[in-house]
C-alpha cells in the first residue's frame, strides 16, 4: 500500500517562511513513511497586494520556494505535488502553475491553471485574474509516480472538465 501525505496551510506574504514550512512538511511526510506530499494551491505565496507581491514574484528557474521544495523532496526522498506557486512568465504576467518533483529533486511535470475566474458579480463586484495570471494551455499527465498516472489540475478548472 502507498502512503501518501497532504499538507494544509495558510500561506503567507513571505516565500521564504512558506519555504521553510514546505521543506518542514516535507521531512514530516517522509518521516511518516509517505512516498509523495500534496500541498495547496499557491503555496509559496498568496497577497492580495499585488505591489508588494509583484517584488518577490521571480521566474521558475529563480523561484526560491521551488528550489527548497526540490532540495527536501531529494534530500528526504520523497515525490512531492506543489499545488501551485506564482511564477513570472514571458508575458509579463503570472502563471498559476503546478509542479510534480520525484525523489531525486527533479520536476517531473508542471501545469499551469487553464481557466481563470473573471467573474462580474450582481453587487457591482468584479474579479478579473486574467489581468495579473496568464492562463495555461496544456492538460498535463504525469507518469511514474508512486501512485501512478497522475493528472494536474488547479481549483477552477474543476469547474470545467470538458
Request: proline share 4%; charged share 25%.
Amino acid at each position: 500500500m502507498t502512503r501518501i501525505a497532504l499538507f494544509q496551510s495558510t500561506t503567507g506574504i513571505d516565500p521564504r517562511a512558506n519555504g521553510e514550512a514546505l521543506s518542514g512538511a516535507i521531512e514530516q511526510a517522509a518521516a511518516g513513511g509517505a512516498e509523495i506530499l500534496f500541498t495547496p494551491e499557491m503555496s509559496g505565496l498568496l497577497d492580495r497586494d499585488a505591489a508588494r507581491a509583484a517584488k518577490v514574484l521571480r521566474p521558475e528557474e529563480e523561484d526560491d520556494v521551488l528550489a527548497a521544495v526540490r532540495d527536501a523532496a531529494a534530500r528526504h526522498r520523497i515525490w512531492v505535488h506543489i499545488g501551485s506557486l506564482a511564477v513570472l512568465v514571458d508575458d509579463g504576467k503570472v502563471a498559476n502553475r503546478g509542479f510534480v518533483i520525484d525523489r531525486e529533486g527533479e520536476v517531473r511535470g508542471t501545469y499551469d491553471k487553464i481557466h481563470l475566474f473573471d467573474v462580474d458579480l450582481p453587487t457591482g463586484e468584479s474579479w478579473r485574474e486574467s489581468n495579473v495570471y496568464s492562463a495555461g494551455k496544456d492538460v498535463v499527465l504525469v507518469n511514474g509516480t508512486p501512485i501512478g498516472k497522475l493528472g494536474l489540475t488547479i481549483c477552477y478548472d474543476l469547474r470545467f472538465p470538458g
